[in-house]
């Protein structure tokens, strides 16, 4: 190598800085919201529990023999027209029996009373799992949107690592530096190093995690074809004989597994199959003891105990924190929100860098990528809100309430995009960020009082806890956002006599 | 900093060789494990997941082209080792 | 309260102490306030941010197993917040020169 190509080629430093700037936007842009949805899956089923105000109270525990009963009678019924069933059992999270089914690829249930058996009518809802399916399928697909998430997670481990090349020297020395008093952009700087230094093995391991729970389809050669466990009644050729009470079954398992830490009960032709909770140990081993459905004898406990199994088991149950008591849930929970602050500071950061640097200052790809960053970073997290509006405002009874409020978050996230970009091009991203802000702060601040309303009828003898804490976090988010259109106003106010007031000239003053 | 004649490309030909250099590791170290197949299959996915990224960052980081290649190779071979003990010892 | 919840908070006061001693022992922090620490004070300083930590770390897989690691890890981040927004808010920036008695032994 000659003297004058070694002087042509970048350090290291700015090689490590460009490809930490370009992927993290590209890939940051979904990735905000991949964490958005993340950060509200960690407390998913409590959404679930949110959305269905009905909820009534109820011991968790092992139902009672007639509400295994009745759920066994659900079980049948349902069993022969319907593609997959499972019997959810009571948890501390969620304290009802469920009967879940397939039905025209949407997941429905028949809710029971754990210890009266008496069914519960609860609305449909998109709930918590409407969250997940998006966090890790973006809704393309459970191939192709699987296969895009884990893309964008090796493009964030790409990432981390360049920003870790970058930012090594001041690592340690910075580590918990914070001055939001200073100039900018140092204020944005030290909140995206914050965030992505202190939660650096949580970013590591959840990106890492996650693209390894579904490698088999990322790496399809490592795909195992799954037994099928139906046998040839799966789409209801088959007769299925009846089933065994139910509740002699559980009290085995129970000794098994413990009494608080039964999962669900699966159904096939010839057995009956009780699984673990998952909250059982880190590791989701899906322990299971089957029985003969017919006698209702205990077959035998399967159980993957290899270390390869083990660790597969551990380093996903990592990712989906189900093991997490709730101490350990918020921690997640802050993790999650740390994610998506680096992510946005990251792209406010670009954006701005790309401002001062573009030589032409109003280009169409720097509106489009400043119109896009507000779409997802305050769009995503208004849509999200949007859902939870939604599902309080619906009627109850309303047929269509899944499709509805699943087609929310994207009408809101779709429209909320074209807004920003309507402001990006008007040259005025500025206002969109206040505007979203804003909105995302009412929305927030305003949710205990829509939960009020609507649940009053119903408030009477429920647990509290649930409403409360999804109450109360929303008031804390929406006050952080209130604060941030504050201080987004205040600066735009004081550089409104600047000419051509673009975004990175008002952030960065 | 802008798009310059150096970044793209380096960056279009690390993408291209990272895939397949994770899917060389997902295919042949299961075959080097005398263990079950989703056994196996689990401690190759292990480091395949691992080569993708670093071998972006590596082939990115290295002055040269063929430094890179080098080095992505001996960041290939350590993964492996890194792996493979995973899959003997394992949380227990 | 169970055990590991017990590991989770004590481990977030073990990490705040040990990160705030971290932050005063640079010198960029000394350089925007008014308090500098005495040499012992550096010393013992030193010695806690690292020593607090193993302490939690081997407490935590005592009581808890690798729960109690998890939430090791997890409470170093949560304690590094706290200390940076405390920092942030108690004292803001002070443009002020470093007392030269005080300087880092480390930092020559």
Redesign the interface.
């Known amino acids: 190598m000659t003297a004058t190509h070694k002087q042509s080629v970048p350090s290291l430093r700015m090689r490590m800085g460009w490809l930490h700037a370009w992927v993290g936007f590209i890939a940051g842009l979904l990735l905000v919201c991949i964490f958005v949805t993340g950060t509200m899956s960690v407390f998913d089923t409590e959404i679930t529990h949110w959305m269905q105000p009905e909820t009534p109270s109820a011991q968790p525990g092992i139902p009672s023999a007639e509400a295994l009963d009745r759920a066994a009678a659900a079980v049948t019924e349902q069993e022969g027209k319907k593609n997959r069933i499972f019997l959810s059992l009571p948890s501390d999270r969620d304290p009802l029996l469920h009967v879940t089914y397939m039905d025209h690829d949407v997941f429905r249930s028949e809710n029971f009373h754990p210890q009266t058996g008496q069914t519960v009518p609860l609305r449909e809802t998109a709930g918590g799992l409407f969250f997940f399916s998006f966090h890790y399928t973006l809704y393309m697909g459970r191939m192709f949107g699987v296969i895009l998430v884990q893309v964008l997670a090796v493009g964030m481990l790409v990432t981390l690592g360049s920003g870790v090349i970058i930012h090594l020297k001041a690592l340690l020395p910075n580590l918990v530096a914070f001055r939001p008093q200073s100039s900018s952009p140092r204020p944005w700087i030290d909140a995206h190093v914050i965030a992505a230094v202190l939660f650096l093995p949580f970013m590591f391991m959840i990106a890492y995690t996650g693209v390894l729970i579904h490698a088999n389809r990322f790496f399809p050669n490592t795909a195992i074809e799954r037994p099928n466990r139906d046998g040839p009644g799966r789409n209801g050729h088959h007769h299925a004989s009846p089933l065994p009470p139910l509740a002699p079954l559980l009290a085995d398992a129970a000794e098994t597994f413990g009494a608080d830490r039964l999962g669900f009960i699966q159904f096939s032709p010839k057995t009956v199959t009780v699984v673990r909770a998952d909250n059982s140990r880190i590791g989701i081993s899906r322990d299971h003891i089957d029985y003969d459905r017919t006698t209702g004898e205990r077959i035998g406990l399967v159980s993957k105990n290899s270390p390869a199994a083990r660790t597969s088991q551990f380093l996903g149950g990592l990712h989906m924190a189900r093991w997490a008591p709730v101490p350990v849930r918020w921690f997640y929970f802050i993790s999650g929100c740390a994610g998506y602050v680096m992510f946005a500071t990251g792209l406010v950061m670009f954006l701005i860098k790309r401002r001062r640097t573009a030589t032409q200052k109003n280009s169409l790809p720097m509106e489009i990528a400043e119109g896009l960053a507000l779409g997802t970073v305050l769009g995503m997290p208004l849509a999200c809100t949007g859902v939870l509006w939604m599902n309080r405002l619906l009627p109850a009874d309303l047929p269509s309430r899944v499709t509805v409020e699943g087609s929310t978050l994207f009408v809101l996230w779709g429209a909320l995009t074209v807004h920003a970009l309507g402001r990006a091009f008007g040259r005025r991203v500025m206002k969109g960020w206040i505007e979203q802000s804003s909105l995302l702060s009412l929305l927030l601040c305003l949710l205990p009082v829509l939960d009020l309303a609507t649940r009053w009828k119903w408030i009477a003898g429920q647990d509290q806890t649930v409403y409360a804490a999804v109450d109360l976090t929303s008031v804390v988010l929406g006050l952080i956002a209130l604060r941030l259109s504050v201080v987004l106003r205040r600066r735009t106010n004081a550089t409104t006599s600047l000419p051509e007031a673009s975004f990175s000239k008002e952030i960065v003053s | 900093m802008a798009f310059s004649s150096y970044y793209l490309p380096r960056l279009l030909i690390a993408s291209l060789l990272a895939y397949p250099a994770g899917l060389v590791v997902a295919t042949f170290l299961p075959h080097l494990l005398h263990m079950p197949r989703p056994d196996s299959f689990f401690v190759a996915q292990v480091g395949a997941v691992i080569v993708v990224p670093a071998t972006v960052l590596t082939i990115f980081g290295t002055r040269s082209l063929l430094g890179g290649l080098l080095a992505a190779v001996a960041v290939i071979a350590a993964t492996m080792l890194i792996a493979l003990p995973l899959a003997a010892f394992g949380p227990q | 309260m ?1 055990m ?2 017990a590991t ?2 004590f481990n977030l006061v073990l990490w705040s102490i040990a ?2 001693c ?2 005063r022992l ?4 000394q350089r ?1 306030r008014s308090w500098f620490p005495s040499r012992s004070a550096q010393q013992s300083m030193q010695a806690g941010r690292a020593l607090l930590p193993a302490t939690g770390l081997i407490l935590s897989i005592l009581l808890a197993g ?2 109690g690691v ?2 090791w ?6 304690g ?2 706290l ?3 405390t ?2 808010w108690r004292a ?2 002070r443009a002020e020169t470093r007392h030269p008695s005080r300087r880092l032994s480390g930092q020559g």
């Open positions: 169970t590991l919840t989770l908070l990160l705030a971290h932050a640079q010198s960029g922090w925007r690798s729960e998890v939430g890890v997890a409470s170093a981040s949560l590094g917040v200390v940076a927004v920092d942030a803001p920036p």
